[in-house]
């Protein structure tokens, strides 16, 4: 019995998405175009995310220490470098120490179109350093100025405007994403809950009828708010097909493209891998709004 009443439930609910069919796909053009919206955001906050991630784990700090410093010395700044704290926690990811012949091969291998650029060149010439990768960039600024009160650092190069611009960037896109978010939400259960008035307002008398027998408001609520549902899941799923196929196409261009061929070391998040959150971000939207939509659009007819 308790089956027979959810499937009558769900059956109603899917006769009024079909009963209204201008407002309904009214509705879904609207919802999908908000989606969309969100989609495209998402997208991109979550590549800049990637991004920055990649480059926390190759970008490196490189610390020379003075060319006539001994080994012990050296070994010195290095385990100083290793025990740096920020508010009680290493910060130090990796360290890699750069002698002086990796550091002249390096050189030499830069230089091997004008090999005579070296013929004046030593070995001995060269500092040794270390490159080291932090486990947060946002420590960068507070590693670097204790690094510089070490015995025997004589210079630290890193890309801090770099990383300060990609992180503030990542930021400002999250936040956006989020206010996209709050628009959606907001205009998605304005335009599920008029269109749910109109499948109310056309039954209104029903619904009368239906209360004076004895139906419970849970009862009368639940075609609508399925109604609402299968709205805002429709609307994702095609959503989600959009962006899928106009993702995949972009990215393959842009892959492609002279500048991702430049920057060979960022690479962009496929679709599968973002698919899984935005799945569950819908399913919430389209089962949330479509609940909460019915709701207030029926509050007048059932007096709650």
């Known amino acids: 019995m308790k ?37 495209v955001f998402f997208a991109i906050a979550q590549n800049i995310n990637h991004i920055v991630r990649t480059v926390e784990e190759a970008q490196g700090m490189q610390v020379f ?3 006539d410093s001994t080994e012990q010395q050296v070994n010195q700044v290095e385990e100083a470098i290793r025990n740096i704290k920020i508010d009680g926690a290493y910060v130090i990811n990796k360290i890699e120490r750069v002698s002086k012949q ?18 004046y060149v030593e070995v001995d010439m060269f500092k040794q350093s270390f490159i080291i ?13 204790q690094i510089e009160q070490i015995d025997g650092v004589v210079k630290i190069t890193s890309s801090d405007e770099t990383i300060t611009t990609l992180m503030s960037l990542a930021n400002g896109i999250k936040l956006f994403t989020l206010v996209i978010l709050c628009v959606l939400i907001v205009v998605s259960l304005f335009i599920i809950s008029n269109t749910i008035k109109l499948s109310v307002h056309a039954r ?29 899941l429709a609307s994702g799923i095609i959503s989600i097909l959009i962006i899928c196929l106009a993702y995949n196409s972009l990215a393959n261009k842009f892959l492609a493209s002279s500048i991702a061929q ?8 496929s679709f599968g891998e973002m698919v899984n959150l935005i799945i569950i971000v819908y399913i919430a939207l389209g089962v949330g709004i479509g609940i909460i939509g019915s709701a207030i659009s029926m509050r007048k007819y059932l007096h709650v």
Do not use: Q
């Open 65 to 67: 220490v003075a060319v």
């Open 204 to 232: 209104r008398k029903e619904i009368s009828i239906m209360k004076y027998v004895g139906a419970t408001n849970n009862f009368i609520r639940a075609p609508f708010a399925v109604e609402g549902i299968v709205i805002g």
């Open 262 to 269: 430049r920057i060979s070391t960022v690479s962009l998040l």
């Open 133 to 145: 990768n932090l486990t947060d960039l946002n420590y960068s600024t507070e590693v670097k100025a």
């Open 102 to 119: 990796k550091a002249y091969d390096t050189v030499k291998e830069r230089w091997k179109d004008h090999p005579e650029a070296m013929d």
């Open 3 to 39: 089956f027979s009443v959810i499937g009558y439930l769900i059956s109603e609910g899917f006769k009024n998405v079909f009963k209204n069919k201008k407002s309904t796909f009214s509705c879904l053009g609207v919802m999908c175009a908000t989606m969309l919206m969100f989609g």
